[in-house]
């Protein structure tokens, strides 16, 4: 299983942008996939999660509000929506794939993780 992500860039605050992540390999239908993002000098934390079942989300608190997962299971794909976007959501930005159901906001949960993408923005 690969997963590859993409759409970073450079925006400025208030700005937004839409990442990718596709999954290749067995269906995306297996996977509850999440979306983890660090900074520089920081660990990497969680930012959101869709369940393999996609029948739930979840969030981190500090993105509540502004970024919206969701998955295109034909395309094998998995998106992460980011409005209004702040100065502190700068960092990279990793797509993460998990077998089964379990704790969406551990790292620890997950299989499989993709290359990052980074995000920078500026105020």
């Known amino acids: 299983v690969q997963l590859q992500a993409s759409g970073g860039g450079l925006v400025q605050a208030g700005g937004s942008l839409r990442l990718s992540c596709v999954v290749s390999g067995p269906t995306l239908r297996r996977y509850g996939m999440g979306w983890f993002r660090q900074a520089p000098g920081k660990e990497r934390e969680f930012a959101a999660a869709?369940?393999?079942?996609?029948?739930?989300?979840y969030y981190a608190d500090s993105v509540k509000g502004r970024f919206t997962i969701s998955r295109d299971n034909a395309e094998n794909t998995v998106y992460l929506q980011m409005n209004n976007l702040k100065p502190e959501d700068t960092a990279v930005y990793y797509c993460?794939?998990?077998?089964?159901?379990?704790?969406?906001?551990?790292?620890?949960?997950?299989?499989?993780w993709g290359q990052g993408t980074q995000v920078t923005v500026s105020s």
């Open positions: 869709d369940s393999w079942s996609g029948g739930n989300t």
């Open positions: 993460a794939a998990a077998i089964g159901s379990g704790t969406y906001g551990s790292k620890a949960y997950y299989n499989y």
